[in-house]
């Protein structure tokens, strides 16, 4: 299917806006990282002449420009991305392709929409409060990756169409197809528990 999915850390006052004005996710989105400004860069000498006489700019970071005065790289929004792994996660925490009980189903559902998603272009798009990270988070502390492996059906998540050409295959480096589900799912983890511990929330995506 080609979808991918994530999360992106989010405060309450950011959801709120989210749910009043779904049309800004894209800036939301974008917004989620400071890189310094571009600047065009004129050479001297002989290769600043040949420059003026063909069409080519050159462009580089502004190693001089600073962040603005309340950016702070340590609480820059934090973006958990599953690419091809958020579905197969969804059936090992549900044993389903599209529903589940709270908190399992978070990944999907169980939060608050942002709007229609498919007219924003999303398959799912959805808000967790800070009160349902935290539930998010109890429920992955009380897996293993020893009762994940267990859940791991390939035929079965083949049947339901969970991205049916992965897992009866070996990746690439001979890594099996659980491997990646079982990294995802610790970087899932490590991402949730940060944002309970910011008593924050989260958007999550699905394109």
Known sequence: MGMTGGL???????????????????????????APP??????????????????????????????????????DRPHCD???????LHFLFTGTAWE??????????GGEEIG????????????????KVQQFSAFLHGLTREELERRFNPARMVEIEINPEHWNRTMEG?????????????????FVDATADARSGAVVYVS
């Open 8 to 34: 992106y850390r989010a405060s309450t006052t950011e959801i709120r806006k989210l749910v009043e004005e779904p049309k800004s996710i894209e800036a939301f989105f974008e917004a989620s990282a400071w």
């Open 116 to 131: 229609d998603a498919d007219e924003l272009g999303y398959s799912v798009l959805q808000a967790l409060s800070p009160a």
């Open 100 to 109: 589940g009980d709270e908190p399992a189903c978070y990944l999907i559902r």
């Open 38 to 75: 571009v600047r065009e860069v004129r050479p001297k000498g002989v290769l600043g002449w040949l420059l003026k006489l063909s069409p080519v700019r050159v462009f580089e970071n502004d190693p001089d420009a600073a962040p603005p005065p309340d950016y702070d790289r340590v609480t």
């Open 82 to 88: 599953l690419e091809g792994v958020w579905h197969g």
């Open 174 to 190: 001979n890594d099996r197809p659980l491997d990646r589900l079982l990294n995802g799912y610790d970087e899932l983890r490590a």
